[in-house]
């Protein structure tokens, strides 16, 4: 399986912007690449997935880089309510190709500072 | 929509007994599958199931159970419940198993005692 490496935590002021870097060094061609994030005490969301080009929605932006080895997720304006681990996952696919199955490592820590 | 429900929110068990976790959705997702999160840890892959009365193993499903009778509900079994078993357990849906958006549940506690 695709394996991600995430910092352990990063730390951001309210209102500016914050970038968390996932490298996937071993990502195969198929592979997705999807954000998830937890805030305390809840389930995890999802926050944004891609392929190969950068996506936009209402929550973050995601960069990947040329390459797929890594990618880049942006906040535009960090708030309070963005305090969350943020989960940088690949997609498995098993041999048969109608399983899926999201791997989760133990993401980022991201805390923002009012 | 209630999304993706879990019960109960808490429960606190002694060794050996067993339980059932409940977790049930209306958005009429194919793919539903169990997680357990342990402090400091990620999620781990339990159980899952891509339609009903199909089922299959993830990364950690020892000492559990899983059946998928309706579309709706995804009912995992604590077969003899050990102190290792106390953690948070997810559940989560999606339409497909490939790509889509993952909708988890707010989870249940799980004390083993």
């Known amino acids: 399986d695709a394996k991600t490496t995430q910092p352990n935590s990063m730390e951001s002021n309210e209102e500016e912007p914050v970038h968390l870097p996932c490298n996937h060094s071993t990502i195969s061609g198929t592979d997705y690449i999807h954000w998830y994030r937890q805030l305390p005490s809840q389930g995890p969301e999802y926050v944004i997935h891609g392929l190969t080009s950068n996506v936009n929605n209402r929550m973050a932006s995601l960069a990947i880089a040329e390459d797929r080895k890594s990618s880049t997720l942006i906040l535009h304006r960090a708030t309070l309510r963005d305090a969350a681990v943020y989960y940088c996952i690949l997609r498995d696919v098993d041999s048969g190709g109608s399983n899926y199955k999201l791997t989760f490592g133990k993401g980022t820590l991201l805390t923002v500072n009012p | 929509n209630a999304g993706v429900t879990q019960t109960p929110k808490f429960q606190v068990l002694k060794t050996g007994q067993s339980m059932t976790l409940q977790c049930a959705q209306d958005m009429n997702h194919e793919y539903m599958s169990w997680y357990r999160q342990d402090p400091g840890m990620g999620l781990r892959l339990i159980h899952y199931?891509?339609?009903?009365?199909?089922?299959d193993q993830g990364e950690v499903p020892n000492g559990y159970n899983v059946s998928r009778s309706t579309t709706e509900d995804f009912p995992l079994r604590l077969l003899s419940a050990a102190p290792s078993q106390t953690s948070v357990y997810f559940c989560a849906s999606s339409y497909y198993p490939w790509v889509e958006t993952q909708y988890f549940g707010p989870g249940t506690r799980l004390l083993v005692l």
């Open positions: 199931s891509v339609g009903a009365g199909i089922t």
